[in-house]
Nanobody
Framework: QVQLVESGGGLVQAGESLRLSCAAS????????MGWYRQAPEKQRELVAT???????NYGDAVKGRFTISRDNAKRTEYLQMNSLKPDDTAVYYC???????????????WGQGTQVTVSS
């Protein structure tokens, strides 16, 4: 099995920063794209950022210029540095990994349990 454990969420004031981490463990052979999504109450889950093994990034329009995704392949960990946080950033943040458990298996998405980020005005 593959587990993704997130950390770093919390309550901050507008303008402050947070850094989320997501560590993958278990029977994972290869990790491809890593990323973050978020879901606010009564809203659909939306893209925050993705990062491929080749270093290509993709950010949601709402976070461009404020958030930065990175990864440490040796640690199987991804990070989301969130600066200049706004109340609209309040949501549960989910990390995901596209990976496979063996050289023969097709890759699939694995999801973390989510971490709450709350930004007060």
């Amino acid at each position: 099995q593959v587990q993704l454990v997130e950390s770093g969420g919390g309550l901050v004031q507008a303008g402050e920063s947070l850094r989320l981490s997501c560590a993958a463990s278990g029977n994972i052979f290869r990790i491809n794209t890593m990323g973050w999504y978020r879901q606010a109450p009564e809203k659909q889950r939306e893209l925050v950022a993705t990062l491929t093994t080749g270093g290509m990034t993709n950010y949601g329009d709402a976070v461009k210029g404020r958030f930065t995704i990175s990864r440490d392949n040796a640690k199987r960990t991804e990070y989301l540095q969130m600066n200049s946080l706004k109340p609209d950033d309040t949501a549960v943040y989910y990390c995901y990994v596209d990976g496979s458990t063996s050289p023969w298996d097709r890759s699939r998405a694995y999801w973390g349990q989510g971490t709450q980020v709350t930004v007060s005005s």
